[in-house]
């Protein structure tokens, strides 16, 4: 079936350095593609979304571009601040299940800011 | 929009006790889920509603447990003859339509004791 590999964490960064997270997936057809971050005590929140090969998603100076080739999807950002720190899931939509799409998450990426 | 409301957040009981949770979704939203999130893990899919109907259902869900939603607002998960394994966070989403962003609320956290 379908499924998400992430980058194992947890990640620990200095304030404005680059970050990276790793995601990658196995799908049959052509699934959208979502980055989730959930803070702590809270629910998650969409991040951004591509829905498409060589899409890019952005929010909040976080980038990733569906790359069909290599099967990835992978979190970026330029300049991370404290208020990054929380957890970070990967996700896609698995084949539509009569009128909604089922999201199937990799195991979450935990990200600590440092200042 | 007051967002996807989940209660309670935190439930603590008894191996073998029964326990329910409530999750009401955003208002027009006619789509919604749950997921169930063990620790260190990402959620896991468990059951989907359009309006009232169950439509899908995933092999995690065994027969201990069962999902509602009368009239298609707000949603009832139940779990019957609690086992140490049910021990997660449940998380309930909803969306307005089957290619839109699904919403998450804070979920409730089950301990089984």
Redesign the interface.
Same mark, same amino acid.
Not at chain 2, 40 to 45: A, I, L, T
């Given at each position: 079936g379908n499924s998400?590999t992430q980058m194992e964490g947890p990640v620990t960064l200095s304030e404005e350095a680059f970050l990276t997270i790793n995601c990658t997936y196995t799908a049959t057809g052509y699934p959208?593609l979502?980055w989730?971050v959930q803070y702590p005590?809270?629910?998650?929140?969409?991040l951004l979304?591509a829905t498409k090969a060589d899409d890019k998603g952005s929010n909040k100076g976080f980038e990733a571009t569906y790359r069909k080739e290599t099967t990835s999807f992978h979190l970026e950002k330029g300049s991370v601040q404290v208020s990054d720190s929380a957890v970070y899931?990967c996700?896609l939509s698995?084949l539509?299940?009569?009128?909604?799409?089922?999201?199937?998450?990799?195991?979450?990426t935990r990200l600590t800011i440092n200042p | 929009d007051t967002g996807?409301s989940q209660d309670p957040r935190h439930k603590i009981t008894k191996r073998g006790q029964n326990v329910t949770f409530r999750c009401d979704p955003i208002s027009e939203h006619n789509?919604l889920?749950w997921?169930r999130q063990t620790l260190?893990?990402?959620?896991?899919?468990l059951t989907?509603f359009?309006n009232e109907a169950q439509?899908?259902k995933s092999r995690l869900l065994s027969d201990r447990f069962s999902a509602e939603r009368p009239k298609g607002s707000f949603s009832t998960l139940e779990i019957q003859r609690t086992e140490q394994g049910d021990s997660a966070m449940y998380?309930c989403?909803s969306?307005l339509?089957? /290619?839109q962003?699904?919403?998450?609320? /804070?979920?409730t956290r089950l301990s089984i004791l």
């Open positions: 998400v959208s979502f989730y005590g809270e629910g998650l929140q969409l979304k899931f996700a698995d539509p299940i009569q009128g909604a799409q089922k999201l199937v998450f990799g195991q979450g | 996807v789509r889920y997921y260190g893990q990402g959620p896991e899919f989907y359009q439509l899908e998380l989403a969306s339509s089957g /290619d962003p699904q919403h998450f609320g /804070d979920g």
